[in-house]
Antibody
Framework: EVQLVESGGGLVQPGGSLRLSCAAS????????MHWVRQAPGKGLEYVSA????????YYANSVKGRFTISRDNSKNTLYLQMGSLRAEDMAVYYC???????WGKGTTVTVSS | QSVLTQPPSASGTPGQRVTISCSGS????????VNWYQQLPGTAPKFLIY???KRPSGVPDRFSGSKSGTSASLAISGLQSEDEADYYC???????????FGTGTKVTVL
């Protein structure tokens, strides 16, 4: 079964850092570009970041550029999102999704509050 | 922020047909395929329609998609109570070099 499982969410103070992980299984992870998408409470979906299959190319939404870093470890079938200088507006459920955005994880919740 | 525009809400009675529009531009819908997602409360988005009008296995044929120029539509025929959810369109944007999402449409079954 193709599966994505996010982890690493939690409560963090404004200005703090957090690293999200996404464990992939059931498909050849190294063949696929991957994405992070987030959803703030009561809001719509926002495309956050993407990384190519080999990790050499990345994309960031303007809202997170310079603060977030996407990476992957194909030997561990895992995608990461290092988040820094967190703001209240970064509070959301973070989903990882595969290249065609056909497979989604259940998400991990990031709460930014003092 | 959302680049694709959807109506905030749509509704119908059981059995009716409901259509949701998604308006974009030449850099996204105009030149790339459109995906549609269904999101039930408290759950992750579910892949519903891709490549204009293809459905992943398990998605009922009551759901169909279409595209014309820089706009796309999702139609739900034979509306059922379990179709009550939020629906989002998405497309790759060549100018932004990333995906863009629609603003989302809440479908209510009356």
């Amino acid at each position: 079964e193709v599966q994505l499982v996010e982890s690493g969410g939690g409560l963090v103070q404004p200005g703090g850092s957090l690293r999200l992980s996404c464990a992939a299984s059931g498909f050849t992870f190294s063949d696929y570009a991957m994405h992070w998408v987030r959803q703030a409470p009561g809001k719509g979906l926002e495309y956050v970041s993407a990384i190519s299959s080999n990790g050499r190319s990345t994309y960031y939404a303007n809202s997170v550029k310079g603060r977030f870093t996407i990476s992957r470890d194909n030997s561990k079938n895992t995608l990461y999102l290092q988040m820094g200088s967190l703001r209240a507006e970064d509070m959301a459920v973070y989903y990882c999704t595969r290249y065609y955005m056909d497979v989604w994880g259940k998400g991990t919740t990031v709460t930014v509050s003092s | 922020q959302s680049v694709l525009t959807q109506p905030p809400s749509a509704s119908g009675t059981p059995g009716q047909r409901v259509t949701i529009s998604c308006s974009g531009s030449s850099s996204n819908i105009g030149s790339n395929t459109v995906n549609w997602y269904q999101q039930l409360p408290g759950t992750a988005p579910k892949f519903l329609i891709y490549s204009k009008n293809k459905r992943p296995s398990g998605v009922p044929d009551r759901f169909s998609g279409s595209k014309s120029g820089t706009s796309a539509s999702l139609a739900i025929s034979g509306l059922q109570s379990e179709d009550e959810a939020d629906y989002y369109c998405a497309a790759w944007d060549d100018r932004l070099n990333g995906y863009v999402f629609g603003t989302g449409t809440k479908v209510t079954v009356l």
